[in-house]
């Protein structure tokens, strides 16, 4: 009875403290932080910064000797943002169909566009005069966009830091590591300061092939980050640190090898305003690669430049509001999908949903025929286009031999496809989706090699 009753009362103890015990916040899991990432797909990267003055390279133009140091810098005069609307911006990312946005907080020019305590910036030192960075945090926030700032390691203009261009390096850091030191420190409580006032929800980091990890102390970085702003995340330019890989440009042939990942490419063939770059990619151009980088597990982060005055030339907010069209029809082929399937089972780009149990198929133009799906050992129910809700009817053609599926045609009639870009259709599988894989024959790789004797020889 006695052990009955001190039971009791410990049990009533412990439902106090639970009661009176404040939240405790687990840190969240690796892919708990990259969820929202990996459901996005879609991200818009804003390259601004003196460099719109005169329209030429973002920073590189006075490194590799284009333009002397001072006369780039003379632009610092010109950086008015005189007509900067920070909710105009977050409402057209809106209307593109982002999920989020990378403002350049700081270039590696060195010009941060927050007030920042070291260095150059737009209030102290250009006729902008005040803070560019928060008006556009709180308005994506306002938007129910996350904000992501990239941020630049290398500072060419700090007195504290070797390089200045190509070819004038301040100093070596074996000669001078104290110096580095008050580099590293500077940096840091940049990245700190942004951290304080905007709490980004991404960091993106860039240059940090001029030193090493130790040399950056990137870990200490990260976890410093990761302690004050836990849900966040960061991009792989930390030196190794970081959480998802950034292929730049080039749209990669074959999945990269990374979990997460996302490709960022730029509309024409420049990051910042240069209005002689009329290099502009097509709507329809855009649109197949966010469709292929979304078949490959991936999100684009689609780049735009504005002027100096803050406005988005007419040509890149058309392209992203078109894109946004698109994406309102499309959307569920896209957001909260996973990697599709290898292009030998569909000649074309594909994700699936989350639970894998919905198969999304892009279509480039008119197919002119049937589509063809093969190795799906699953049953297929339901059948549509994902932007009108047209139902179609797939059907097997050939037999199933042993376990392999015959091939699954879809007709999508020409009246049914997406009436300007491409089209995606929906198959509801009856479960998890299942490929068959032909493992029992030997595949005639080279085409002037017998396939018996390729057969013999293994
Ligand atoms: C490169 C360039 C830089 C640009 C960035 C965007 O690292 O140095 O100018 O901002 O790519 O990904």
Redesign the pocket.
């Known amino acids: 009875m006695k052990r009955l009753l001190i039971m009791i009362a410990y049990a009533g103890l412990c439902a106090a403290a639970r009661a009176s015990a404040p939240a405790v916040r687990t840190t969240p899991s690796y892919q708990q932080r990259m969820q929202w990432f990996a459901d996005a797909r879609f991200g818009v990267f804003i390259?601004w910064g003196i460099y719109s003055v005169d329209g030429i390279t973002?920073?590189?133009s006075f490194f590799d000797g284009d333009i002397p140091y001072d006369d780039y810098m003379k632009q610092l005069h010109g950086f008015t943002a005189s007509h900067y609307d920070p909710q105009a911006w977050a409402d057209l990312i809106r209307a593109s169909g982002a999920r989020y946005a990378v403002l350049?907080s700081k270039?590696?020019d060195g010009v941060a566009l927050w007030p920042t305590q070291h260095g150059l910036n737009v209030v102290k030192d250009t006729p902008a005069h005040r803070d560019l960075v928060g008006p556009f945090v709180k308005a994506l926030r306002k938007d129910d966009l996350k904000v992501g700032l990239y941020y630049s390691l290398i500072d060419w203009s700090y007195q504290d830091y070797p390089a200045h261009t190509k070819t004038d390096t301040r100093y070596r850091i074996e000669d001078d590591p104290a110096r580095w030191n008050r580099f590293v420190t500077y940096y840091q409580d940049q990245v700190h300061d942004l951290t304080r006032r905007y709490h980004p929800d991404l960091y993106w980091f860039?240059?940090d092939w001029e030193h090493t990890p130790a040399q950056w102390h990137s870990k200490e970085l990260r976890d410093w980050i990761l302690a004050h702003n836990p849900d966040a995340i960061m991009n792989s330019r930390l030196a190794g640190w970081g959480d998802y890989g950034?292929p730049?440009q080039g749209v990669p042939i074959a999945r990269p090898p990374y979990k997460y990942w996302e490709l960022?490419l730029t509309m024409n063939n420049s990051?910042g305003w240069q209005p002689h770059d009329r290099h502009f990619k097509s709507v329809d151009q855009l649109i197949r690669i966010l469709a292929d980088t979304a078949g490959m597990g991936g999100n684009l982060l689609l780049d735009i430049g504005p002027r100096a005055d803050g406005t988005i030339p007419g040509i890149e907010a058309d392209t992203l509001r078109q894109i946004g069209q698109w994406l309102h029809r499309n959307g569920e082929a896209i957001y909260g999908t996973v990697a599709g399937l290898p292009k030998d089972y569909y000649a074309g780009d594909s994700t699936l949903s989350q639970d894998r149990k919905t198969l999304y198929l892009f279509i480039d133009g008119n197919p002119q025929g049937p589509v063809l799906v093969k190795g799906l050992t699953n049953r297929v129910g339901r059948a549509w286009v994902v932007g009108n809700g047209t139902i179609l009817s797939p059907q097997r053609v050939g037999a199933t031999l042993g376990n392999a599926p015959a091939p699954l045609y879809i007709d999508v009639p020409a009246d049914t496809l997406d009436p300007q870009h491409v089209t995606a259709i929906a198959l509801k599988l009856d479960g998890p989706i299942k490929l068959y894989r032909d493992t029992s024959k030997p595949t005639q790789l080279d085409p002037d090699e017998p396939t018996m004797r390729t057969a013999q020889s293994w």
């Open positions: 390259h973002e920073s590189w350049t270039h590696h860039d240059g950034t730049e960022c990051w």
